[in-house]
Antibody, heavy 121, light 107 residues
């Protein structure tokens, strides 16, 4: 059974870099599939951040692309998200997820429980 | 980038059929996926591609498409179907928007 678990600081100061990791168990991330990040502002809808393939290919949301870096660490079997120059607008629940198919970066069937990040001084 | 529009809220009587819609130009080219989300939980994929349900999703959930509109139909809605429903569909530039979500209330 594939399981994902996000982790990282729950509080980040404005203008700093938000760094999250997603530990994957039950599957080797180097084998296949895309791995994505999606966030949700409290009480609001979902926003796709980006998707990265097991081989490193990426798709990013254009509105966040200039501030986002996604990476894969196959030795630790986890994926990472960095979002720099954060503001209060980046306060959200952040989810990592795995795609349903290895050739489609846009449909997610396994999700982590999410981690709440607040941007505040 | 393309956007997807959903009605903010829909209600249905227990056991009746309800349709939740999603509109957007990208839907003329690409299939929609549908997710449900219950309070405090991560989204769950309920429909993808051409009306495909992942394992464990009841067959009362189905999808249809017409023009720029995708629809999720729940036939015989149950109390446990009360949730927020989100559509998503890529566009030609490799961007993935989500709809704003529809809050389904089962009366």
């Amino acid at each position: 059974q594939v399981q994902l678990q996000e982790s990282g600081p729950g509080l980040v100061k404005p203008s700093e870099t938000l760094s999250l990791t997603c530990a994957v168990s039950g599957y080797s991330i180097s084998s296949d599939f895309y791995w994505g990040w999606i966030r949700q502002t409290p009480g609001k809808g979902l926003k796709w951040i980006g998707s990265m393939s097991h081989s490193g290919g990426t798709y990013y949301n254009p509105s966040l692309k200039s501030r986002v870096t996604m990476s894969i660490d196959t030795s630790r079997n986890h994926i990472s998200l960095k979002l720099n120059s954060v503001t209060a607008a980046d306060t959200a629940m952040y989810y990592c997820a795995r795609t349903l198919y290895g050739d489609n970066p846009f449909v997610f069937d396994y999700w982590g429980p999410g981690t709440l990040v607040t941007v505040s001084s | 980038s393309s956007e997807l529009t959903q009605d903010p809220a829909v209600s249905v009587a227990l056991g009746q059929t309800v349709r939740i819609t999603c509109q957007g130009d990208s839907l003329r080219t690409y299939y929609a996926s549908w997710y449900l989300q219950k309070p405090g939980q991560a989204p769950v994929l309920v429909i993808h591609a051409n009306n495909n349900r992942p394992s464990g999703i009841p067959d009362r959930f189905s999808a249809s498409f017409s023009g720029n509109t995708a629809s999720l139909t729940i036939a015989g809605a149950q109390a446990e179907d009360e949730a927020d429903y989100y559509c998503s569909s890529r566009d030609s530039s490799g961007y993935l928007p989500f709809g704003g979500g529809t809050k389904l209330t089962v009366l």
